[in-house]
């Protein structure tokens, strides 16, 4: 009898082992099933706020302009979807401070970027969204034009080379054009004799104050400029680069050429020494010494200037026109193309929101 009733006993409490295993194990799996979707959507919000980052970045590095190459500024309230691998972005950029100077000031503005995750297995609907946003300064990127060539080391005389200095705005069309500026801005007196031809504003030829007060006078930051304010493209000349990148050369530099076509901004800390034969450079030039025309043929479409050091205690010597072909003339257009790289958006360090979505 009493195997009998063991028998019996056996069964119901098999089951019952079975049950409570099968329970366990349906637990289990239950947390690896919550575990992995606790995981996954972690990576999903990752990957969105990847992908917010990434369109944020695209609209921060976007600058349009008209066709005087004159940046636009977005309107308050700007809002672009953009397209990014793994989903898309919608950003909307709002001003919080306009300056005094609403034409060349510089605007405050709040840019907000939200991340859709796609996943083309799941359908078409967003698997996740993150919202970020970045406080950022647009800037049109301008520079004051003095003159066509504005030497604040001055320019020493008896040149008996050829050419001309040119203040009008060769701009074109003629609706981009600005007002004539004037040809040549020195410092101390006038170069004599003179014998190339000058036109612009009056006086063609302005001479006056010292070098550190006509370095002054131009508005560049020099320490700043040659002290990292400015990252460039290049740290060496880029000829028939027609995208006007920007170049900062440390120290003296020569550049040989041979008909060669420079476009860009030129940024050099010492002296610039030009050898060979014809050189066509539009766009900007910034030199902190002097500009050595050692080459037979030398032509400036936009705005040159020499002699910055002044603004670091350099006292660098008069510019040398030689015996060659000088010409410089005053082109808005290639200064507007020349200073691309410096107009758009320019993030505000330590201003970036991660958690925007919940304000």
């Not at 366990?24 to 239950?30: D, E, P, S, Y």
């Not at 919000?45 to 990847?50: E, K, N, P, S, Y």
């Not at 000031?105 to 970045?134: C, E, N």
């Not at 040119?166 to 600005?178: E, H, K, N």
């Amino acid at each position: 009898m009493m195997v009998s009733s063991e028998r019996g006993f056996a069964l119901p409490f098999t089951l019952f082992v079975i049950a409570v295993i099968t329970m366990l194990l349906a637990g289990i799996l239950g947390q690896v099933q919550v575990d992995r979707r606790i995981a996954e959507s972690v990576g999903d919000g990752v990957d969105a706020t990847a992908i917010a980052q990434s369109g944020l970045q695209a609209y921060l590095a976007t600058v349009n302009t008209d066709a005087c190459y004159r940046a636009i500024r977005p309107l308050d309230g700007d809002s672009v979807r953009i397209n990014v691998p793994g989903g898309y972005t919608d950003v909307i950029a709002h001003v919080l401070q306009e300056p005094t100077d609403t034409v060349n000031g510089t605007f405050t503005y709040v840019v907000r970027s939200t991340g859709f995750l796609i996943k083309p297995t799941a359908g078409a609907d967003p698997q996740a969204r993150h919202t970020i946003a970045q406080f950022a300064n647009w800037q049109r990127g301008t520079i004051k034009v003095l003159a066509a060539f504005t030497a604040a080391n001055g320019i020493a005389g008896g040149s008996t080379g050829t050419g001309e200095f040119q203040g009008v705005d060769l701009a074109s069309p003629v609706a981009c054009q600005t007002a004539d500026t004037t040809a040549i801005r020195v410092s101390g007196a006038s170069p004599s004799p003179f014998p190339h031809l000058t036109t612009g504003s009056m006086p063609n030829i302005k001479a006056s104050g010292s070098g550190l007060d006509v370095a002054n006078e131009t508005g560049i930051d020099w320490a700043s400029t040659i002290g990292g304010g400015i990252i460039p493209d290049y740290t060496t000349p880029q000829s028939w680069d027609a995208s006007y990148p920007v170049m900062l050369i440390t120290g003296n530099t020569t550049i040989a050429v041979a008909d060669t076509w420079y476009y860009g901004t030129l940024i050099v800390t010492g002296d610039l020494t030009f050898t060979g034969t014809r050189l066509q450079w539009d766009g900007v030039v910034l030199v902190g010494g002097n500009i050595i025309f050692n080459n037979t043929d030398a032509r400036f479409d936009g705005m040159v200037v020499t002699g910055l050091n002044y603004q670091i205690g350099g006292t660098p010597p008069q510019v040398v026109l030689g015996t060659g072909l000088i010409d410089f003339d005053f082109h808005s257009n290639k200064i507007r193309q020349a200073l691309r790289s410096f107009a758009g958006f320019v993030p505000i360090e330590n201003a970036w929101a991660d958690n925007w979505a919940t304000y």
